[in-house]
């Protein structure tokens, strides 16, 4: 909430109605667009996404940005190793996100859509779990 790169997501948290949610004992790990990576979507999407009609749509993909666990840079990184060079992950939406390394410490993380995002920051603590930072906004298949 108190990150000025990400005042998109915190407004589309507030319309999705998820904030108490998200507040709750967890726990989570949110991977958190960017303002920029909602900026790169097509031109009309966010305003769409935003309207009450649309709340189920972008609880949705909201949702889909979210893992129950606490899942840090090492837990991933495992992960994927035991995995084989990938790592398939539940979200609370119900679909699956799949992790890969990229370099040593690096990780991507392919959408129900085949679109791939990075992970610019690891490991941001809170009280009930973890955010990591991404470079684009996940979609559901």
Do not use: C, W
């Amino acid at each position: 909430v108190k990150s000025a790169d990400h005042t998109t997501l915190v407004t589309a948290v507030k319309a999705a109605g998820l904030v108490e949610t998200l507040q709750g004992d967890g726990p989570f790990t949110v991977l958190a667009p960017v303002n920029d990576a909602f900026e790169n979507l097509p031109e009309g999407t966010v305003a769409s996404l935003l309207k009450p009609e649309a709340k189920s749509q972008l609880t949705a993909v909201l949702t889909y940005h979210v893992l129950a666990g606490n899942y840090s840079f090492d837990d991933i990184t495992a992960a994927i190793k035991k995995g084989r060079g990938m790592a398939k992950l539940k979200t609370v939406q119900g679909g699956e996100l799949t992790f890969m390394m990229n370099g040593k410490h690096n990780i991507t993380i392919k959408d129900g859509k085949g679109n791939v995002s990075n992970i610019t920051t690891y490991d941001v603590n809170q009280s009930n779990g973890m955010i990591h930072v991404i470079d684009s906004v996940l979609l559901p298949s």
